[in-house]
């Protein structure tokens, strides 16, 4: 005959797999890779097609100024 099981034994158990699983899971996470999406192709403008940050300022400041030179002769003409 085999002796019984212990009533404490199916808790411990249980509280084992409990704590046991959330473990495996984050180890799980470490060592996998993470994904990594790739640019969908085409869709990269090259660098030398695209104008520097100083040309975008120097173009937005021409543009503000123009807008402020409108601004100052239509007070004028009022």
Sequence with gaps: REAPVPKMRAPCL??????AVP???VVALLLTE?????PEVGTAIPAESRPCVDCHAF???QRALQDLKKTA???DTR
Excluded: A, K, Q
């Design 73 to 75: 002769y239509n007070l």
């Design 59 to 61: 173009e937005f400041m």
């Design 34 to 38: 993470p994904v990594r999406s790739d």
């Design 23 to 25: 473990v495996v899971f």
């Design 14 to 19: 249980l509280r084992r797999v409990v704590l």
